[in-house]
């Protein structure tokens, strides 16, 4: 998978060298470019912002700007993702939409947010654009959103996690369930027990025992989540939550 970044703040991305994602990068299952916005720009203050017609506070990112940027960068089967508290929630789901295509363009804002025009062109000329959020919240730019979206994204490339069984059971996978608690060596620390059908070796004991935690701690922690569950996906020992 190809994914272009556009920030007027590249050194924000400079975690995607790191970890998982950095490997990716240089195995060359992902091919990630990081690019400044401010070297489309053609004034000697490389201006990107102007202040909003209809008047109010802050700047709105300019569209000639963006336009100049974003031709440059797309491919014909691009997706164009605009990361915006003003999107669509960003979701597990959504990472595994975005998973399979060739061509990710992420389009970082800043200030008050991007000219809306410039989704609006796009979409009008075929490419598929996205606005995604991350959640209920202000940051101060899509960069955070980026990391978010990429680091997401990019463990899901066939061959970037070694193991992929570790896809299957995790948090916000297709069981809706949050994961249920680990634990690892020592047994016992800090006069704390590993629950001891983990050390049983009763493998039906231990499966029937996550999926309780796994309901427990949904109805806990996510009630939203119990609520939108399929209940054919409810086993008939599935303690009521
Ligand atoms: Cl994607 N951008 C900004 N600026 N703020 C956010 C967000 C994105 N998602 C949640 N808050």
Redesign the pocket.
């Known amino acids: 998978m190809r994914i272009d970044v556009l920030t007027i703040f590249p050194d924000y991305l400079a975690p995607l060298e790191l970890s998982l994602v950095g490997k990716a990068r240089e195995s060359g299952l992902l091919d990630l470019r990081v690019h400044d916005l401010r070297d489309w720009t053609t004034d000697r203050h490389r201006t990107v912002d102007d202040t909003p017609f209809g008047g109010g506070a802050g700047m709105v990112m300019r569209p000639d700007v963006w336009g100049t940027a974003l031709d440059e960068v797309l491919t014909p089967d691009a997706h164009l993702v605009l990361?915006?508290?003003s999107?669509a929630l960003?979701t597990q789901r959504t990472a595994e939409r975005l998973a399979p295509e060739e061509h990710l363009v992420l389009a970082c804002?800043r200030y008050e947010g991007i000219d809306a025009r410039v989704a609006e062109h796009y979409r009008a000329r075929g490419v598929r654009v996205s606005e995604?959020?991350?959640?209920?919240?202000?940051?101060?730019?899509?960069e955070?959103?980026a990391l978010v979206v990429v680091e997401a994204v990019a463990r899901l490339l066939p061959g970037v996690i070694g193991n992929p069984e570790s896809l299957v059971e995790e948090s916000h996978g297709a069981a809706g369930l949050l994961e249920y608690p680990v634990y690892t060596k020592p047994a016992s620390w800090a006069g704390l027990d590993v629950p001891p059908v983990l050390l049983s070796g009763h493998h039906g004991q231990i499966a029937r025992w996550r999926r309780d935690e796994a309901l427990r701690r949904t109805a806990t922690q996510r009630p939203d989540m119990v609520e939108a569950l399929d209940p054919a996906s409810l086993d008939s020992r599935d303690r009521a939550v």
């Open positions: 990361p915006t508290p999107g960003f804002g995604l959020s991350l959640g209920d919240y202000v940051l101060n730019g899509g955070v959103a």
